[in-house]
Nanobody, 126 residues
Framework: QVQLVESGGGLVQAGGSLRLSCVAS????????MGWFRQAPGKEREFVAA??????????ADSDSVKGRFTISRDNAKNTMYLQMNSLRPEDTGVYYC?????????????????WGQGTQVTVSS
């Protein structure tokens, strides 16, 4: 079992930055691939980014909505994953979830992750 707790969300003006953290417990995170998802009001949860167990491989959502603005990283020694979000836009508003999955491959589907945090709210004002 892996327990995940997100933090770092908040209210920020458009163009600002936030850094989300996800602390894992119950098992060392070096044994799981991890990802970030988000869910805007009234919309389905969507993939944002994922990172391999060792942190070498990363994948971001296909759309231009996050590429070049968001950076996923992890520090296995601290059992923590991060999402650095720059140049935030109002459309980035939503609840951001940390997720983890067993296995080697990076995946983008919600159903492919076994462990989830409770989420942290990000609100970007225009």
């Amino acid at each position: 079992q892996v327990q995940l707790v997100e933090s770092g969300g908040g209210l920020v003006q458009a163009g600002g930055s936030l850094r989300l953290s996800c602390v894992a417990s119950g098992r060392t995170i070096s044994s799981v691939a991890m990802g970030w998802f988000r869910q805007a009001p009234g919309k389905e949860r969507e993939f944002v980014a994922a990172i391999s167990r060792g942190g070498i491989n990363r994948v971001y959502a296909d759309s231009d909505s996050v590429k070049g603005r968001f950076t996923i990283s992890r520090d296995n020694a601290k059992n923590t994953m991060y999402l650095q979000m720059n140049s935030l836009r109002p459309e980035d508003t939503g609840v951001y979830y940390c997720a983890a999955r067993n296995g080697l491959r990076l995946r983008v589907g919600v159903d492919e992750y076994e462990y989830w945090g409770q989420g942290t709210q990000v609100t970007v004002s225009s």
